[in-house]
């Protein structure tokens, strides 16, 4: 996983609050907040390019880099890797922000791929694909 020292320019997809209820019993934010969290930012980025319903299909494997602590601004950041004629593949980069800081730290990335799906439930294509 290749660590980048600032995060995108571009605006990111979600911002969120980690919060106590967010934690296990050692009060660390769980890896699958954070992972639930990045599939609602790719699916949000997959549907906008997709213009319809898609499913996640897979996720790439993730690295964490950084701890996430109670009170931190978590901001998700997605773009289009690649598209194929019913899929899409998009990376999520997850940063954190202590709730009284302005240092960014990297907290972990993944790709996303997810499928367009029709009314029939079935893939679709892609527009523009």
């Known amino acids: 996983m290749i660590a980048t020292a600032e995060p995108p320019s571009h605006s990111p997809v979600i911002r969120t609050i980690a919060m106590p209820a967010d934690t296990n019993p050692a009060g660390d934010i769980f890896g699958g907040w954070l992972m639930a969290h990045m599939d609602l930012a790719a ?9 319809g319903r898609v499913a996640t299909v897979a996720v790439e494997a993730m690295s964490f880099l950084s701890p996430v602590l109670v009170g931190d601004e978590v901001s998700f950041y997605g773009e289009v890797l690649s598209l194929g004629r019913t899929s899409l593949r998009i990376r999520i980069e ?36």
């Open 43 to 51: 699916g949000n980025v997959a549907t906008r390019r997709a213009k």
């Open 94 to 129: 997850a940063w954190r922000r202590p709730r009284e800081g302005e240092t960014l730290n990297k907290v972990t990335e993944a790709t996303f791929t997810f499928v367009a799906i029709g009314m029939d439930r079935r893939p679709r294509p892609i527009e523009g694909a």
